[in-house]
């Protein structure tokens, strides 16, 4: 699970907790959020 405030504010975070290729179809990412508007953010960095 991936915490989406630290993910939104943080590029070493997102290196680190989040990886992908082309191929990785379908995609599913599990944030765990304080805020509806943490969660939206960190969906819409990793949305297509």
Known sequence: ???ADSF?????ARD???TT???DEP???QFAAKTPE???DAAE???P
């Open 1 to 3: 699970m991936i915490m």
């Open 8 to 12: 939104v504010q943080s590029a070493k």
């Open 16 to 18: 680190n907790e989040f």
């Open 21 to 23: 290729n082309p191929t």
């Open 27 to 29: 995609l599913i990412v």
């Open 38 to 40: 943490d969660f939206a």
């Open 45 to 47: 960095m990793v949305a």
